[in-house]
């Protein structure tokens, strides 16, 4: 047998591999035949295929929306008229902790990350993500955490604490039954899901771009992806670490919440917090890298100031693991600290007025189209400024210790996020909707959708800043009459109907463009990214060759023909690796095949998670059949790979 | 793809593996090696806010752990770092054999680790539900024993794997590379640790 070195060292041998003498319908046959997800219900449960997982993603996380959607209007049909009885206190508590809990946890991060998961390798030019199973795993977690919060739900055990989980009420001795336990651990679930896809975004971005594509020339959305997922990898562990905490406290008695003990319940807000600021930037960035696409593509030019913008995303997301004590200045703070956190808070507003500067000149020194996704821009720019102005308001201390806990918190953070992430997410679905499926969106229902979206929400949450004002609390299931909260209330209730049918007008176009929109074809909005290069949907292997980048619009500067390289091995799966910065060809490696071992593993990990909701013991005996499962997935199929060959 | 292709460089020349920085795997190691420390920072962050509440550290009557086991626990974890860097220089100069002779002394090491940090939890003089600073003490000693486990069972997994002839595979030598580049981040981890768990407590009473 040959040595290591040696066969790292082989001489060359015959195998295929894409180029001038392998290329067409010839090499779609055979990259089709390496690069497909099985057939059946087994094969669909082993795909590792980053298109396939990102469309999970994004599908699932749409469910939750729905669902949480569904609250929130039960919601707002409680809150419709003062005194009214149709939800009880104690639903109401569960009602509302599912509505945001779902929102943050089950919808905003991972519906971004779908995206991430789904784009990225097709925007910097390469076949797969870095790590496909990790990828399948961090899928099927979610699922699998998504899954027990609404059960429990259903059964009657749903969270009823708050989406952050405040001890004392969800310690020990206020929180009782599982409730806060399936909370809890619900948030290790979604939090291993998205580490697990941050690494393998971060991998893909660093070492898979293009040959060429130099961090300087990267989308600004690949960008928005490597610092929200650096982010992501910065901040939930804090929030992983707290839950475990929080469980700990309530099952086997330790006393980290509990002042009696000498514990303290603030505590859990610092590392609460410490994740959950972030969070917000990490729904919010991904939204940006949206806008920076559609701007470009519907104002015909590059991003003006594409150094600045990308200087702006890093600086925020430095910024933003700097502000979360402003989520606590009513817990009493040394007047330093009150300082620092104003400071901090209203200086974040900066970076985030620099880019939007950046978005308004690029469409006016553009030639801008007023399409479906730029009005969801300009609905962007219209909402989200209004919510900074409120943030910009409430990093003052004094005004906060007045509004804290009101509705007028709810309506500043509605803003940011749905203004700031869910309007970017509805444009860019209608912008990539053609690549993912082939079709175009209808034009005339979007806009119809568009206009009630923006209209419907400023009617539904703009009037939650008068009753903010008038004293109205968050997390009330009801108010007297004569306060002069009734009229806020009820247009907010009105508002939020609209929007539910705007929303619904939307995924009615989903479903009848899917069905018989009009063919897209490879890139239909002439747009300058190397996502339109490929076929619409994109086949299994994404790029038949593997693209050359020489600037930050291919697309637009690539004429008749495009650069790329050749010399990939086409009947095992093969990625190129590139270096760091500059994105120089350094070298070949396998990707993973499909199998079903991330999945069951998933399940094993399931079955340690909820178990361990009931005993310590758990951790220890459901950790045997994990790593049985982790074992399997890790260890080689094939009895020996074959010398690998190169061209020396 | 919709455009013509124009052949520009062919790429077929280059490496199917590579060590350290230039391989996909590394970069997916030090993602997770910032995602621990980042818990175990986070840790240390609530360790010193709750010692930031009390008079005395540890506080009375509780006494601080004993100082044998964590100590002994230490030195070993430290002169593991010899059969370390023993295997990552074999690895990379791809002698098999040489890795597959060196990887039993890690597993063997991990099982004396393994029984020493047993006494360590027996010495820490506290447990963890009689106060917060129990919880904060047994959460860390918890967290890195995780650690300890999970490079233990990896090590485990890769001697076993390189014993087959699927460790003339120069990737199966990446892999074992990066478990003894993973190693050296469970030692690091454990020295500031170790400060929190044995000697913090004696400095501040």
Known sequence: MMSASEKAKAPPTNVPRDGPKLTGARLDQMLTATWRTPPGFVGWLASVDHKEIGRRYIVTALVFLALAGALAIAIRLQLSRPDNDLIGAARYNEIFTMHGTTMMFLFAVPVMQGVQIYLTPLMIGTRAMAFPRLNAFSYWTYLAGGSLLWVAFVLNIGPDVGWFAYPPLSGPQYGIGKRADIWAQMVTFTEIAALAAAVSLVATILKQRAPGMTLARMPLFAWATLVTSLM?????????????????????????????????????????WFFGHPEVYIIFLPATGFISEIVATFSRRSIVLYPLVVLALVAT??????????????????????????????AVSVPTGIQIFCWIATMWEGRPQLKVPMLYVIGFFFTFVIGGLTGVMIAAVPLDLQLHDTYF????????????????????????????????????????????????????????????????????????AGLGLELPNLLSSIGSLVVATAVLLFIVNMVKSLLAGKAAGADPWNAPTLEWATHSPPKAYNFPHIPVVDSRTPMWDAGETLGVVHGLRVEDRELLLTSVVAAEPDVREPSGMPTVWPFITTIAVTVMFVCSIFSPWAVVFGAVPATIALIAWFWPKAPLPEPEPTIS | MSMKPSFTRDIAHLPTHAFSHRALTWWGLLGFMIIEGVAFAMAIAAYFFLMSHEQEWAPRPTLPPDLLAGTLFTIVILLSEIPNAMIK???????????????????????????????????LNVLWYENAYGSIIWALLFLHTAHLATDWGDTVVLWRLMKTPHGHEPRRLVDTDENALYWRFVWLSWLPIYALIYWVPRFFR
Do not use: C
């Open chain 1, 232 to 272: 992501v990898i910065f901040s939930m562990p804090s929030v992983a670490l707290a839950s475990g905490m929080l469980l700990s406290d309530r099952l086997v008695g330790t006393h980290f919440f509990n002042p009696v003990e000498r514990g303290d319940a603030l505590l859990w807000q610092h590392l609460f």
């Open chain 1, 317 to 346: 997301g430095i910024l933003a693991f700097g502000l979360w004590v402003h989520h606590m200045f009513t817990t009493g703070l040394p007047r330093v600290g009150y300082s620092f956190y104003t400071a901090a808070s209203i």
């Open chain 1, 409 to 480: 918190i709810v309506a500043h953070f509605h803003y940011v996020l749905i203004g700031g992430a869910v309007f970017p997410l509805l444009g860019a679905i209608t912008y990539w909707f053609p690549k993912v499926t082939g079709r175009m969106m209808s034009e005339a229902l979007g806009k119809v959708a568009f206009w009630m979206i923006f209209l419907g929400f400023q009617l539904a949450f703009f009037p939650m800043h008068i009753a903010g004002i008038n004293g109205m609390p968050r997390r009330v299931y009801t108010y007297p």
């Open chain 2, 89 to 123: 220089k074999a690895t990379e100069s791809y002698d098999v054999e040489g890795v597959r002779k060196l990887l039993p002394w890690m597993v063997g090491i991990g099982v004396l680790l393994f029984v020493i940090r047993a006494f360590e939890f027996n010495s």
